[in-house]
């Protein structure tokens, strides 16, 4: 199993690039960036970083770790220019990137940035031919396409990126539509979720592989939770007696390799850590620390 470390768009680039040099060095096997422009909510505001941009500088300052986004938002560029941006950010990186793709959902940035933000059917109908786009680009360096959403004519992929095959991850737990779209399109699947949750959506996943004669097993598939580790046994059953609203990882290191092993059971790929939960750069990388030394040794 793989672990990776998702670090939060509101810091500063130097505390960005800190965090993950952090990661990096201290064992971690990829790096994670969401790709927002702006707080959820209306009228809310704060600090967000560009995601590709972000992914571009980590590409060159931190090396051997996978890295990419989690995931890029399909209404806010063009599926051709992105796949031409993730082949640059792959030769900037020496071949590490995954590019992360989804709907796009966060409707406030749409109607701030001026991004056209339309009903679930619409994004995802978008979703689907972008996604034929992109493969086309990074597996046969070119592409043409005469959509309802996207004309793309003779578009060439050049450079082709480093990697054999650069992945493409499909995030989302939609059993409808997502899991269809992974089925179809993806190298790598992502969604938040517990063990349970990725029991039985990958269930359906297996299913949805069936319907279009795919082996499950040619897709990598990733879950984010957040972590609570601590020796603090009050801290810890406050934590889950409040609840927490996301899928979490709450325990001692002993209980959280437990829930660890659940995930390597449920099929889980790779385990991505966001840095949601930490107060201090002290306490993140105290955390990341332990939990590489105590809890992810005993499952790569």
């Known amino acids: 199993m793989r672990f990776s470390f998702w670090v939060g768009n509101g810091h500063s680039w130097e505390h960005t690039l ?11 096997d990829g790096i994670w960036f969401a790709d927002h422009l702006m707080p959820l909510g209306e009228g809310r505001s704060g600090p967000v970083q560009e995601a590709w941009t972000t992914l ?10 996978r890295l990419g986004p989690l995931v890029s938002g399909n209404t806010y ?17 020496g071949g590490r990137v ?7 959902w966060q409707e406030n940035e749409h109607r701030a940035f001026g991004f056209e933000y339309r009903d679930f059917p619409w994004r995802f109908d978008r979703l689907e031919e972008a996604c034929a786009v992109i493969t086309s680009l990074l597996r046969d360096h070119s592409a043409s396409l005469d959509g309802q959403h996207y004309t793309i004519v003779d578009a060439p992929l050049d450079p082709a990126p480093v990697q054999e095959r650069l992945p493409l991850l499909i995030g989302g737990g939609g ?3 997502t899991l269809r779209l992974v089925a179809r399109w993806a190298d790598e699947w992502n969604v938040w979720g517990t063990p349970e949750t990725l029991v039985q959506k990958g269930e359906v996943l297996e299913r949805r592989c069936e319907e279009v004669d795919r082996d499950p097993a040619t897709i990598a598939r990733s879950a984010v ?19 927490i609203g996301r899928p979490s990882i709450i325990g001692t290191p002993e209980e959280v390799g437990e829930i660890v092993a659940a995930y390597a059971e449920a099929g889980v790929d790779e385990l991505i850590i ?15 620390d332990r939990f590489i030394g105590e809890v992810a040794a005993a499952h790569r």
């Open 225 to 243: 939770a957040l972590l609570f580790m601590s020796d603090d046994a009050e801290r810890l059953a406050s934590l889950r007696a409040k609840g």
């Open 98 to 104: 995954v590019l992360g793709i989804g709907a796009g």
């Open 18 to 28: 800190d965090a993950c040099r952090h990661a990096e060095a201290s064992g971690w």
């Open 274 to 288: 966001p840095d949601f939960t930490f107060s201090s750069a002290a306490e993140r990388d105290d955390t990341l």
């Open 175 to 177: 059993e409808r539509r």
């Open 56 to 65: 571009a500088g980590l590409a060159a300052a931190v090396p051997r770790v």
């Open 77 to 93: 560029r063009n599926p051709a220019l992105l796949a031409k941006m993730a082949t640059t950010v792959d030769h900037i990186s």
